[in-house]
């Protein structure tokens, strides 16, 4: 009998273990507004089953659609990336690999000091998984500005209006990101980088980044 019982709190331990950060802090916020999932899916204009599969981890988000909550909630974005801190000071620090981690067929995507409360910039560390351009492929393409450094590697960016730059170690970039753009590896490992970009209205085309 005990070891049945054992069994049933492990398996509940690890029902609970799969949630992710967003899943339990919708559920929080539900709680805390008295809203009904459907009072959510109409603010948001995500599916109720959608938001119910993701407060029982059955499912994660997309970057886009962590960014399309926030706003329907009226909400910054951080404060679903990142809940467990919700700072009014100006110090944030994320130690390397605990920040929040998004996958996508050509990036790999890890925020970066997202704690302050209404910071709808973000800060991001990436790994360039492409090392050839697909012209098939849709442009990302996003409001604001990006700031982009290269960390490691050499990297080429493409874009809408100009020719491929190729970037090295140590170079930087400011541009306009509703300009279509694409990162490539130009480097046999993986390029990183560090880059910046506003988080308000994001909205990314190609709509294939999850957590992880």
């Not at 993701?54 to 909550?69: I, P, Q, R």
């Not at 090392?131 to 960390?151: A, C, I, S």
Request: glycine share 8%; aromatic share 6%.
């Amino acid at each position: 009998m005990n070891d049945i019982k054992n069994k049933k709190l492990a398996s509940s331990k690890k029902d609970v273990e799969v949630v992710s950060p967003i899943g339990r802090r919708l559920r929080e916020l539900r709680k805390e507004n008295d809203w009904t999932l459907a009072e959510v899916a109409g603010r948001t204009g995500i599916s109720v089953g959608t938001l119910s599969k993701l407060e029982h981890g059955k499912t994660d988000l997309n970057f886009t659609s962590v960014n399309k909550l926030a706003t329907g909630l009226g909400l910054p974005v951080t404060d679903l990336t990142n809940p467990g801190r919700r700072m009014l000071g100006r110090r944030t620090i994320t130690l390397g690999g605990e920040g929040t981690i998004f996958n996508a067929p050509d990036m790999r995507y890890e925020v970066l000091c997202s704690e302050v409360t209404n910071h709808q910039q973000g800060y991001l560390k990436g790994q360039v998984k492409d090392h050839t351009f697909d012209p098939d492929m849709p442009w990302h393409r996003h409001k604001g500005q990006e700031f982009l450094y290269v960390l490691s590697g050499r990297l080429e960016l493409h874009t809408e209006l100009y020719e491929p730059l190729l970037l090295k170690a140590g170079d930087s970039i400011l541009f306009d990101s509703s300009m279509g753009h694409h990162y490539v590896s130009k480097s046999r490992k993986d390029a990183e980088i560090l880059f910046s970009m506003s988080l308000e209205g994001y909205q990314n085309v190609s709509d294939t980044l999850r957590p992880r």
